[in-house]
Every structure is written in structure tokens, then in C-alpha cells.
């Protein structure tokens, strides 16, 4: 069911004040003259309408109500839609430190300027910054050898071109069918042998039309693998900027998972994973919360946009902090950001 108009000026402008106070927001707040001119019994039971279909909470049990991810969510899409009056949010969205350090112009080395780019991001929003750089080349596949070790595990072995080797064992569902593994083993040489490894590439492998069901449930339980290598080989393609800044920031005294998102920096293929899904989508993409896979992400949230070519984009640039963070700012961040590489890297892939 779609929220009434009011319901929506309700939620928003308590997400709103959330967002800048940190505080619940009682009714009395948005109730008379001062606020949305209806009353506080009125408030109270839109609150509980709110929060009976997922878009608020009460932490405590005051009157006062925060936004749930979905509450975040409805704002975000309203926000998204330039439905918002600017003016409410913050009194500067658009923040002087970032056209401060990019406006002059950026270096013409692309992991010098992706460098730079995530710490103006940074400073500009004290928030964790993160950019995926071009692919302008990258390993090849060399040989892909399958090998069922027990009746229920699998070795696989992953050759590329710049002499990597990669392995490991798979615990399998159930018995390995020494016809498919060797069925995988060959159609999987025939179609990623001498390939530049990317996730298009390996995608475009496991989702094959022509394969039988057998053969696509055989392949999804060798994708993490397959991605895990991609994601080896892009290593040096992420950027990151701020994650001191992130220790600091008012707003995460109470996430208790700071920890996880620290921790995640290291595993960062989850983090290229996250990145190249915004990089398919062309647009500013905003993941909030419990949207993520990724259980480390899911106390946060994230937002990124594309930069590159008109006809093909090539990297993507992020920000990522509490899901209380001022998205206005976080988007415009991004988004300028990336029409700043986007004109960098226009001169010099054309």
C-alpha cells in the first residue's frame, strides 16, 4: 500500500531531523504551527502507522521514532527525485573543500588523480571514500584444471598469465559427477582460456542460455571461485581514502560494527564486488543497511556513481559511512566527483 502524501512528509522530515540531531523525534516536534500544523494525536498515529509497516522505530520507549532502512529508503528515492527542499537537509550541500581540492586540475596520472579524488571525497564528507580504477589491462587465463580429490570435494587450480596460481577445495553438496567435472574443466578452458579476466567475462560464462540446469547448477557453485579470481587480480585497482576519519565520526559512536567495516577492507574483493554492481548500474546507486549481502556492510550504507566514457564506464567512486549519513551531501559528493574523472579520463581513452 503507498503512503498517503502526509504519511511521506512525515517520514521524511523526521528522517530529516534524524539525520542532523541524532535524536528520536517526539511528535510534539512536528505537531502544531510550528511543524506540519496537525495535531500531536494526529502525528502519533501516523507514527504508529509508520511503524507498523517497517519505515520507523522507537529505540527507547519514548514517543520519539528513528527511520528503519525502508524509512531510509523512502527518503533516499524521495530525495532522488529532486521531491526534497534543499534548504531543510543542511545549510551547504555542495561542499566548498570539494570543489577546493578539485578544482584545479586533477593530476594526469589516473592512480595519482583517483588518489586525490578519494581524499577531497573524504575531508568533504568524513566519510570512507573508496574508487575502482580503469581496467586498461589486466591477467589472462591461462589453464583451468578440475580435479574431484574425494566423492564430495572438489580441487580446482586457476593459471593466469602473469604466473598466479590459484587454488582450493571445494566441499561439495552432495557426490562430484566425474562427467561434469570434466565437462566444466573443458568448457570452461574453451571460453576463458587467453581472455583478459574480468567479472563481465565470468558472468557471461556461468550464464550461459545454452547450458542444461545441471550444467548452470554445477558452474554457480564454482562462481565464488571464479570471482575470487577476478578479484585477486584487481587488488591494486582499489582506491581508499578517509579510513582514519571514519574512527572519529560522531555519527558511528553507536555502531557497534566498526569493527566489520575495518575488517572488510581487507577483504576487498567484497568491496570490488559492491563497486562493480555500481559500475553496471551507470548511475548514482545508493545501498542502504540491510540491502547489502554482505553482513560486514549491512550496519552501513553506500553511495556511488559511475565515471568514464559516454559509451562505456570505467570505474566507479564511493562513499561509505552510518546509514545515518547526510545522503544529500554524499550523492552530490559522488556525482560531481565522478564527472571530474569522467572529464580526465575523456582525454586520454578517446
Not at 568448457?187 to 587467453?194: F, G, Q, S, V
Not at 572519529?248 to 581487507?266: A, C, H, K, M, T
Not at 576487498?268 to 540491510?290: P, Y
Amino acid at each position: 500500500m503507498a503512503l498517503t502524501e502526509r504519511q511521506k512528509t512525515i517520514l521524511n522530515t523526521v528522517t530529516e531531523r534524524y539525520i542532523v540531531s541524532g535524536a528520536p523525534v517526539p511528535s510534539k516536534e512536528l505537531a502544531g504551527p510550528a511543524g506540519l500544523n496537525v495535531s500531536s494525536s494526529t502525528v502519533r498515529s501516523e507514527f504508529a502507522l509508520l511503524e507498523e509497516r517497517g519505515y520507523l522505530t522507537h529505540p527507547h520507549t519514548s514517543a520519539g521514532r528513528i527511520p528503519t532502512d525502508l524509512g531510509y529508503r523512502e527518503f533516499v528515492d524521495h530525495l532522488m527525485s529532486g521531491a526534497v527542499n534543499r534548504s531543510r537537509i543542511h545549510p551547504s550541500h555542495y561542499p566548498d573543500i570539494l570543489d577546493t581540492l578539485l578544482t584545479e586540475e586533477l593530476a594526469g596520472e589516473i592512480d595519482t588523480a583517483l588518489h586525490q579524488a578519494t581524499d577531497a571525497m573524504s575531508k568533504a564528507t568524513n566519510l570512507l571514500a573508496l574508487a575502482l580504477a580503469p581496467r586498461v589491462s589486466g591477467a589472462r587465463l591461462c589453464h583451468v584444471e578440475l580435479l574431484a580429490l574425494h566423492p564430495t570435494q572438489l580441487m580446482y587450480v586457476f593459471i593466469v598469465s602473469t604466473g598466479g596460481v590459484m587454488k582450493g577445495v571445494i566441499d561439495w553438496p552432495g557426490a562430484v559427477d566425474p562427467g561434469l567435472v570434466e565437462w566444466a574443466r573443458t568448457y570452461l578452458n574453451e571460453t576463458l582460456n587467453d581472455h583478459t579476466l574480468t567479472a563481465r567475462l565470468i558472468r557471461r560464462a556461468l550464464e550461459n542460455p545454452e547450458l542444461s540446469p545441471r550444467e548452470g547448477d554445477f558452474l554457480r557453485a564454482l562462481a565464488p571461485a571464479l570471482e575470487n579470481l577476478v578479484d585477486e587480480q584487481s587488488q591494486e585497482e582499489l582506491f581508499v581514502g578517509g579510513a582514519s576519519r571514519l574512527l572519529v565520526e560522531p555519527n558511528l559512536q553507536d555502531v557497534s560494527s566498526l569493527r566489520d567495516l575495518l575488517s572488510l577492507l581487507e577483504e576487498r574483493f567484497l568491496l570490488l564486488r559492491v563497486l562493480r554492481a555500481a559500475l553496471d548500474a551507470g548511475t548514482v546507486v545508493v545501498r542502504i543497511g540491510s540491502e547489502h549481502q554482505a553482513t560486514a556492510l549491512q550496519p552501513f550504507s553506500l553511495v556511488a556513481a559511475s565515471y568514464g566514457l559516454p559509451q562505456r564506464r570505467l570505474g566507479t567512486v564511493s562513499l561509505v559511512g552510518p546509514t545515518r549519513m547526510d545522503y544529500e551531501t554524499a550523492i552530490a559528493t559522488v556525482r560531481e566527483t565522478a564527472q571530474r574523472l569522467s572529464e580526465l579520463v575523456g582525454s586520454r581513452y578517446e
